[in-house]
């Protein structure tokens, strides 16, 4: 996980003319960038031209980039717009994102054991097929909180909802989760 000054150093870095520092960006933040893009366009090659649209982006405007949020909130608002700018064009049907790991998932003792790392396979469709159950809304902050590891004040910057309102929405969508799990992955789980 790259810290907020690592990225700000990086960034620093690019702008004085180091160009080809871009690429520790781009190979830090691309699983995150696609997996977003293919929440809202399904398809693997258009999500992976969007993701190349959303790093040229990011490069060609980085100097507006003032380090107030994390790099990943900035970057999450070039996918969304450029998404939503993609989907508008189409007029195809999109969804948020929300069919990403949840970072409570990630357990060093997975990577060591082919059955607990099994076990860690069928929990994360599990949980990637209940997201999909959840309103946008909820899709998108849990997302966001878990795989963005955004914290409730950047989700609010984000989604436009208040603090309050972003806390309730994801307590709620926890519980949600939580419930479809328990109801319709319990067996595959404890198998």
Same mark, same amino acid.
């Given at each position: ?18 160009? !080809? &520092? ?6 830090? @933040? ?9 929440? @809202? ?16 982006? =990011?490069?060609? $405007?980085?100097?507006? %980039? ?11 608002? /070039? ?17 948020? *994102?929300? &069919? ?12 060591? $054991? *082919? ?6 396979? =069928?929990? +994360?469709?599990?949980?990637? #097929? =209940? ?7 909820? =899709? ?5 909180? @878990? ?10 910057? /984000? ?9 309730? +929405?994801? %307590?709620?969508?926890?519980? +949600?989760?939580? #419930?479809?799990?328990? +109801?319709?992955?319990? !067996?595959?789980?404890?198998?």
């Amino acid at each position: 996980m790259r810290t907020r000054e690592e990225d700000l150093a990086v960034i620093k870095e690019i702008l004085r003319g180091r160009h !080809q &520092d871009y690429s520790v960006l781009v190979n830090h @933040y691309s699983n995150y960038v696609f997996t977003l893009t293919m929440r @809202y366009i399904h398809q693997r090659e258009l999500a992976e031209e969007l993701t190349q649209d959303v790093f040229i982006k =990011a490069f060609n $405007n980085l100097s507006s %980039f003032r380090g107030e949020c994390k790099f990943s909130t900035w970057l999450y608002t /070039i996918v969304h717009t450029t998404c939503l700018s993609h989907l508008r064009k189409k007029n195809t049907a999109h969804s948020f *994102p929300g &069919d990403e790991k949840i970072a409570s998932i990630h357990d060093d003792k997975f990577q060591y $054991n *082919p059955g607990k790392k099994l076990e860690k396979e =069928a929990l +994360k469709t599990a949980i990637n #097929d =209940a997201i999909t159950h959840l309103s946008d809304i909820e =899709a998108q902050i849990i997302t966001l909180f @878990y795989q963005g590891e955004q914290t409730v004040e950047e989700i609010t910057l /984000i989604t436009g909802l208040t603090t309050a309102n972003v806390k309730v +929405k994801l %307590f709620r969508a926890r519980q +949600k989760l939580k #419930d479809i799990i328990e +109801k319709h992955y319990r !067996q595959e789980l404890m198998n």
